[in-house]
């Protein structure tokens, strides 16, 4: 099976989404008035590309950037739902990173997620990095 590109443009309420074989970027703030109605698209994307032949090789890679400045609790659940799924292609023996980007003039605080503490057996190697703006 082959990966489908997923492109989303950012509005308001909802991040910007470029999900590709290898790289899987979001930007943006995500606090939509139907989280479930937004993120089904992305949680199912992920679902599939599980499922592919890129995500079957354990040659290959694949790296989850977050740049979500603010989500809310809603977004959260399906952001952990998300990285939930790719612990999982990780520890199936293909590669995950992440690089999780935070407020630099605020830090990281509790509304980043700790994902070593919210999902069993977390292996996925996470890299905070800060941004400004």
């Known amino acids: ?3 489908t590109p ?3 443009k950012s509005t308001k309420t909802t991040p910007e989404v470029l999900f ?10 995500s606090f939509p008035e139907d989280a ?7 949680v199912s994307w992920i679902d599939h590309y599980l499922t592919t032949d890129y995500a079957k090789d354990k ?20 952001l952990l739902e998300m990285v939930s799924s790719l612990n ?3 520890r199936s023996g293909h590669p995950v ?18 994902f070593r503490d919210l999902i069993d057996d977390f292996q996925v190697p996470v890299e905070y990095k800060p941004y400004i703006g």
């Open 88 to 90: 999982r292609l990780h």
């Open 36 to 42: 479930p109605e937004f993120y089904k698209r992305l």
């Open 97 to 114: 990173t992440m690089t999780w980007y935070y407020d630099a003039e605020e830090g990281i605080d509790e509304d980043d997620i700790n």
């Open 59 to 78: 040659t290959k890679k694949t790296n989850f950037v977050s740049k979500i400045n603010f989500f809310n609790t809603a977004s959260r659940g399906f």
């Open 20 to 29: 590709e074989a290898g790289s899987l970027v979001m930007r943006g703030e």
């Open 1 to 3: 099976m082959s990966v």
């Open 6 to 8: 997923l492109a989303i």
